[in-house]
């Protein structure tokens, strides 16, 4: 294991899913320190190993994976939850998001795609499974126009550009989708994206996204 590899808890009740998981994520670099098979044994383990990154599956020996979730960043705050989850029911996706998970992916993902969602998950940027982004985003959206007020909201000044990325994001859009459309590098996009959220003093993605719903900027 090289030094200072990302730490990793696999969370699933079916061992040989979860063993597989675990083995995939180690044979890519990954530290994986734990495995849990439910909400009870996710809590006690991530207390004592504080994980960088928790793989959630949402169907638990115990409960559910958003219980699941709720229960180990209570325990270890500075964990980021990835769901992968056979389910990609609106109800799961959204309870999931709640709870604290910052990204969804369903088992069909390939094992690049997990890989490369845990670094990202790991960097506090969302993941979420194609289809699965714009029903966040649809839900941010009804929640926003929900408690709009009359007055102007105000903030931070952002840039041309990062309004424009800003708007990409809100639409769901990749880091590399976003750089494409732009004629930007994905490193470039990556920048401002992480100016972004120095500014407005928010954590990831999914956060970012909120914002621009809330401030019009997804239209």
Do not use: C
Request: charged share 25%; aromatic share 4%.
């Amino acid at each position: 294991m090289s030094e200072g590899a990302t730490t990793v808890m696999v969370v699933d009740d079916h061992p040989i899913w979860r063993d597989a998981v675990a083995r995939d994520l180690a044979g890519d670099g990954f530290d994986v320190v734990a495995t849990a098979d439910g909400v009870g044994s996710a809590r006690r383990r991530a207390a004592v190993v504080q994980p960088a990154v928790v793989v959630m599956d949402m169907r638990l020996a115990d409960g559910d994976g958003a219980q699941a979730t709720a229960e180990v960043l209570a325990v270890s705050p500075s964990s980021r939850v990835l769901v992968l989850s056979a389910s990609d029911e609106r109800d799961d996706v959204l309870e999931a998001v709640k709870a604290g998970a910052i990204g969804y992916l369903v088992k069909s993902a390939s094992r690049q795609e997990l890989t490369e969602a845990v670094h990202a998950t790991a960097q506090g940027r969302a993941v979420f499974t194609p289809g699965l982004a714009g029903l966040v985003l649809g839900e941010y959206r009804r929640i926003a126009r929900d408690a709009a007020g009359s007055a102007e909201p105000k903030g931070p000044t952002l840039t041309d550009r990062e309004t424009e990325v800003l708007r990409y994001v809100a639409k769901g859009l990749t880091a590399k989708q976003i750089a494409s459309r732009l004629s930007l590098s994905h490193r470039t996009v990556e920048n401002h994206v992480q100016a972004t959220f120095r500014k407005l003093q928010i954590g990831n993605r999914v956060e970012l996204a909120r914002y621009a719903i809330e401030h019009g900027l997804d239209e």
